[in-house]
């Protein structure tokens, strides 16, 4: 929750929509349910006009001359509250079309994207920029940046320092066309329901409520997705055995 609120401070929309979700659904959980009627949704109205001037307005008052290039009429309210990017922003439509557009039974990863994983966990003598990166996405970039066909594994330094996020779309039909989209997503949906079982089955225990929001919002099966679940499972668990620790410690005096 540290994180996010960090993100939430320097603008960041995704970020900021996953904060006010996990406090709504900490609500919801853990003090008193939220029924859904129309009594409270004026009730909440007040929170949900505040979300839409942050998401919307704040980034215009901190863009340079933004106010006022809309006050002298140089520009429409339209474009300097970016509507159209904070839509394309959340969405990864224009990398799925490249996709979809680009591979063919002829060039498909077959999974070797996945290789990435190991081959940075383990390979530690070999430096970074040797060893390919763990995020996919700057395959893309090279490929419509150069016009070549870049695939996993090549290293890092062949590569462009910029990536797009592939998201769970771009992995399965990358990996396997349409039938890799669809073990993709059932994949996930299935994932997503375990964690969901295991924390209802724990009386919504705190670790697994934080991980299961944190799969619905940011796992997939790209290989950067699995490497982020992995840290933060580790950090979780780690976290949780200080917090085992200090109660048997404070417990036992």
């Known amino acids: 929750m540290f994180n996010n609120i960090c993100f939430f401070v320097n603008w960041g929309r995704k970020d900021t929509l996953y904060l006010v979700v996990m406090l709504l659904s900490a609500y919801y959980y853990y003090v008193n349910k939220i029924e859904f009627s129309l009594k409270n949704f004026w009730r909440f109205s007040p929170f949900f006009a505040l979300i839409f001037f ?133 994949g996930l949906g299935r994932f997503n329901v375990f964690l969901y079982k295991l924390m209802c089955n724990t009386n919504y225990s705190p670790f697994w409520f934080y991980l299961y929001l944190y799969s619905v919002f940011n796992f997939n099966f790209s290989s950067l997705r699995l490497m982020n679940m992995i840290t933060t499972c580790s950090l979780l668990l780690f976290f949780y055995f200080i917090y085992t620790l200090t109660r048997v410690f404070y417990h036992g005096r």
């Open 54 to 186: 942050y998401v919307f307005f704040v980034p215009l008052l901190r863009s340079k001359n933004g106010f006022d290039n809309i006050i002298s009429g140089r520009t429409s309210i339209v474009n300097e509250l970016g509507v159209s990017d904070f839509f394309s922003n959340l969405s990864y439509t224009y990398i799925d079309v490249f996709t979809v557009n680009h591979f063919d039974k002829d060039n498909i990863w077959r999974f070797s994207s996945l290789g990435t994983i190991p081959s940075n966990l383990f390979q530690r003598n070999i430096p970074s920029e040797e060893r390919p990166p763990i995020d996919e996405g700057m395959y893309f970039v090279s490929t419509i940046v150069r016009g070549k066909n870049y695939v996993p594994l090549i290293p890092r330094n062949h590569l462009r320092e910029f990536s797009f996020p592939i998201e769970n779309m771009g992995f399965g039909y990358a990996n396997f066309l349409l039938l890799g989209v669809v073990l993709a997503f059932f």
